[in-house]
């Protein structure tokens, strides 16, 4: 009888500890922001580093000009405030380069952002496209995009470089709780002025700049 006693305690045990283990394990597709507001330096500042943090590594294949071992991948930590989103990501480029003649073929990251979560197929008057290159230059697109919307800063680094962004959000209910939907995308200009290869976080095809159905998802906490 003990020993029955003693393996139900077992079972619960590990019962309850992989069920606790699924709970806390990340959705595919669903990032998450904490509430803080970050001073805008390009550093991992203390705020930054409690918060969890997403790869953007995975190549778009029909884009891809160099061997996806060579590509500029990204990590990406979120915050939020009242009436801000916050990005800040550190990517690894082994060679920065803004000679190509188009924003989007540039060394440069791009966050996607549909701040009603309509998850239309085309971009409505919420959603847009804000993308930061290596140097700091800010470009965007989407019906929903203003260059007044977004401040950024950029660090160049040994690995790469750093861009910590921040997007006024005049169209979701900031508070915890709020999804909105979002996709993240590093460009690399490798060495021949054009876009050699695309690194996303969740939706792996190069048609986010037109189409918020597939995004992945942001939750406040």
Known sequence: MIRFLYFCLIISFATNTWAQDQKNKPLKGVAIAKKGT????????????????????????????????????????????????????????????????DDWAQDSVELFLDQNLARSTTYEADDAQYRVNYEGKISGQGTGYDEADIKATTLKNKKGYIVEMAIRTHAADMKAGTVMGIEFQVNDEHDRAQRDAIAKWFHTKDDSWQDTSTFGKVQLK
């Open 38 to 101: 970050p001073v805008l330096d390009a550093k991992m500042d203390e705020i930054w580093k409690s918060c969890p943090k997403y790869m953007v590594n995975q190549p778009i294949t029909e884009s891809l000009e160099i061997d996806s071992k060579d590509m500029a991948t990204a990590t990406v930590r979120l915050l939020w405030d009242d009436g801000h989103l916050y990005a800040l990501w550190v990517i690894k480029d082994s060679e920065l380069s803004a000679d190509a003649g």
